[in-house]
């Protein structure tokens, strides 16, 4: 069974600060893709980034950067320069790629981001 | 606009009665997925369509619920004789084998009284 936990419910910034969500995972198997999903306000869940098993080269996109450690399980996201659009609950998710668990996502509990101007 | 829709986008109902929930997925796509996102948590899956098969089922569709994709399209989910404990946001995604992103659609938020 795969399992995705985040510690941090909720984190408060100010606008301009980098924020920096965690995320570790369980599973077995070892080819995976791990993702970023935001939920605004809004609840439409958004994509943000997926990152391979197979690749541990962390990336910047924008404001947005990733860290992903294999010897630790962690798919940690970053906000650099955080702005008010950023307050959001962030999601982590995990799908693993065998036959047997089909192409389900697991989530983890989410993150709330509140952005102050 | 080219996304998931979803329909109705709120649903108020009394205990007992029978809801049906719509899905349009982005149209290349062939695989779609219903994941069920109660208050403060994260979405869990239900179910998945790859074209017009449900490959798989979780434990959390009880046999109160029922979905269906005729001809590969659109998808609905049936929640008959609906429960206060069926109360939630029920998640519509969908995505295609060149793709490993799923892409959801903005909900159904279900409310029984």
Not at chain 2, 76 to 95: H, K, N, P, V
Request: hydrophobic content about 30%; aromatic content about 12%; some cysteine.
């Amino acid at each position: 069974a795969q399992k995705v936990t985040q510690a941090q419910t909720e984190i408060s910034v100010v606008e301009k600060e980098d924020v920096t969500l965690d995320c570790v995972y369980e599973t077995r198997d070892t080819t995976y893709y791990l993702f970023w999903y935001k939920q605004p306000p809004s609840g439409e869940l958004v994509f943000l980034i997926r990152r391979n098993s197979f690749d541990e080269q962390n990336e910047i996109s924008g404001r947005y950067s990733w860290n992903f450690q294999k010897s630790t399980s962690s798919f940690n996201f970053t906000i650099t320069a955080s702005q008010v659009v950023d307050s959001a609950v962030y999601f982590c998710a995990l799908r693993v790629v065998i036959k047997a668990a089909g192409n389900k996502l697991t989530f983890g509990g989410g993150t709330r981001v509140l952005v102050k101007p | 606009d080219t996304g998931v829709s979803q329909n109705p986008r709120h649903k108020i109902t009394k205990r007992g009665q029978n809801v049906t929930f719509r899905c349009d997925p982005i149209s290349e796509h062939n695989r779609l997925y219903w994941y069920r996102q109660t208050l403060g948590q994260g979405p869990e899956f239900l179910t998945y369509f790859q074209n017009e098969a449900q490959l798989e089922k979780s434990r959390l569709l009880s046999d109160r619920f029922s979905a269906e994709r005729p001809k590969g399209s659109f998808s609905t989910l049936e929640i008959q004789r609906t429960e206060q404990g069926d109360s939630a946001m029920y998640l519509c995604a969908s995505g295609s084998a060149s793709y490993n992103e799923q892409f959801f659609g903005p909900g159904t938020r279900l409310t029984v009284l």
